[in-house]
């Protein structure tokens, strides 16, 4: 239906103005001679107008209403964008990669999209990979499928935290209390793995146990609702230096663009009296500068803009990431355990609601950037959700995630749209949302991206939107507590 009403405006824009000019013509010519009279043809052309103007409202109407549900994702932008490079003959194993990243980066959020697009990518790389006869250089980079383990960068760490740090499985075992640990280490028993051995580098972990690890996941991890775990990922070569999986390459990449590496590596706290557009010219500083530092790294072998990269080449610079990543995700999860433990997820009638203040959790700091706020929220949310599945509950409820920046004196809120348990079908799905009365369209829609910026309007409160997601916004302190109110009495949610 919005489809068609769509094409009808389209189609009748060029008519309404064509017919506006006449009308103009005929009034200056009416107002020349002194004449006002309608003719049959006169009163027809008048009833036709006002039928097409009706149809153009509704069909308005229909197209406004689409845009009010709410947002998601429905496709990669990078699958996009290498389709078009394709049809003018421009596809290279380079573009391929890119392509392929971008694609990559949706699998936390919208797995679905990631599953719909990952073998048509498969494909791709059999077509274009070059023999792997040839002889290999230190510039050779090649592209290859090869087996992979959905877990948190395993191969730069121990398989301990790789199972501990993924949010699939964090969520799965509820990893965040004693018991959910307890049965983390009866996992690696059961898989006949000590922890000894599981928490070894996994350079130096035995070789044996790793080649074993396809088929002991495939016979293991099912029972604990963790499937999935063992699948193709995409491997990039650096000629000698070594390999990178695509789903490496993205928790790098966020991570060189997240937020001052400085902060979150060694702690490091700003003046608390500096002026607050001192403190917002910093942040937009350090945005641009992981910028250019990410777009660096995206190229194989690095370029040398010295006030980034430091001569650093591109493969350098995703190892740096690597290492910022994981100690990212530590913050992260020391955050999320934090609150959930004091019970601080509060349980509106509409939405669910975190809000962090001074001594909420440890590191505050750090969740003043929206996409490391996002990450803590998300983690939460497939928490929440895992537990309420687990006790026969299967109401779905979006987060609102409000983080306090002191030196600012403002909020980052960020709303996230609900998630359905990992792994869910789409058929489970339906009949989930059949039996709570809902629609029957399984996606979830992000309803924040509209009610954000309407409540903000109605409420005159002051408020920043600084990145393309309108579900992200800064909003001073004392605007907070008002804003809230008027989003859960909006009706929009």
Known sequence: MEREAYQYLVEHEDEEEDENEEDEVEKSDDEATGEDVDTDEDVLSISKKKLRKSASNSAENLILSYYNQGTTVATS???????LIS???????????LAIVGTSS???YYPDVYDKIQPLFNEEVYRLNPSSTSEKTADTTSLSVEKDYHLFLLRHWTLYDAFFYLSHVNSKLNLWTEEGRKRLHKLFAKMGVSLATAQQKWLYMDVTVKKQL?????????????????????????????????????????????CDRAQVLNGDHPDDDRLIHQRIEDKERIWVSNFWMSWDALSTYGTQNKSTTKGNKGFDLLLEGLDHAKRIQQLIFRAGMSLLERRLVKNLRLYRLCVL??????DLLVFSNPLILSKLGTWLLENITELEFANNSTTLKPLVVASLDVPSDTYLVIGLAPKYPRG????????????????????R???????????????GAKVRIDSFDSSVIEIRR??????????????LI
């Not at 932008?77 to 389709?83: E, H, K, Q």
């Open 424 to 443: 869910m079908s789409n058929s489970d799905a339906a009949k989930m949302l059949h039996k709570n009365g809902d629609a029957t369209v399984t996606t």
């Open 214 to 258: 396809p088929y002991i996941f495939n016979k293991y991890l099912p029972l604990y609702g963790l499937e999935g775990i063992v699948r193709d990922g995409f491997v990039r070569t650096y000629g000698y230096r070594g390999q990178l999986l695509a789903m490496e390459c993205v928790e790098a990449l966020t991570a060189l663009l997240e």
């Open 357 to 362: 203040n001074d001594g909420a959790i440890p």
């Open 77 to 83: 932008t990078t699958a996009t964008m290498y389709a």
């Open 445 to 459: 829609l992000n309803t924040f991206s509209v009610a954000f910026q309407q409540v903000a309007l109605t409420l």
């Open 106 to 108: 949706l699998d936390s």
């Open 87 to 97: 049809s003018i003959g421009e596809t290279t194993i380079e573009n391929l990669w």
């Open 478 to 491: 004392d605007d907070l507590s008002p804003f809230l109110e008027r989003l859960t009495l909006s009706g």
